[in-house]
Each structure stands twice: as structure tokens, then as C-alpha cells.
């Protein structure tokens, strides 16, 4: 049972805009694994649950396009998700049993975004520190700020 129901929402509010024949695209970015090593149990199981998430939502979108008939468009048409990297040159002191290994050998390297904003009908927008998670939401654990204009 999920307690953050922020996800949901999301999907729910482009399938309603499906079903209203409206255009609405979600861009969501968020970092290429958590903090720490991307090897760890803890940051597997995130990535674990990050991605049944995200496929929930691809599901509500899918199921909402099938139902209106819209089989020529794809879900990735109205939610999209990126992490932003960086490429390198390569680095030739990385010892071989390091777990650097693969970033060098691809030359990715994560850029942890710790802003967040949001753009509603290219007329509001909201700035702030909170991330989409419960720890964020809760209200009785982070301190968050944001402004609206």
C-alpha cells in the first residue's frame, strides 16, 4: 500500500486530459540512482519501487489512450521522465576492480538535481525544495520552502 499519492495523481490528471481531448505533457526529472553507491541493496530497492512507479503511471496513461480510441498515441507522448548526466573524458587511474568502473567505461556521470519546479499552462510557476517523497510531503519531518508566481 502506497501512502504518497502523488504519482497517482499525476497519472490520473493526464488521463483526465486524455479524456478531455486536451494536450498536457509531464517532464519529470529525477536522478540517475540515489544517493550512494548505485550497487547497494538500498539504492536497488528505490530503483525497484522507482520503477514500478513509473510504470503504474505509464498503465493508467495506456489504459485511458486504448479507451478513447487513441492507439496511435503513446503514453511517453504525455509523461516523460530524464535524468541529467554528464560526459567525460576518460580517466585512465580508475583502479579495474573499482565501482567506477562502468561510469568511466561509458563516461556517465550523474548530475544530482536538487531543484525542483514546477510549470502549470505556461502562466504559473512553483519553485521550491520539496522533493515528490514522503519524507518531503509528510509535513512533520523536512522543513520545505517554495514561491509561486
Known sequence: EADNLIPMEIALKVASKIRAR???AVYI???MWPEGSPYSAAAQEILFWQNQTMRMMYKIIGQELRSMNMEEAHPQDYLNFFCLGNRELLNGDIEQNSSQVLPEKYRRFMIYVHSKGMIVDDEFV???SANINQRSMD?????EIAMGA
Open 126 to 128: 512553483l519553485l521550491g
Open 22 to 24: 486536451k494536450r498536457f
Open 29 to 31: 526529472i529525477i536522478p
Open 139 to 143: 509535513g512533520s519531518r523536512d522543513t
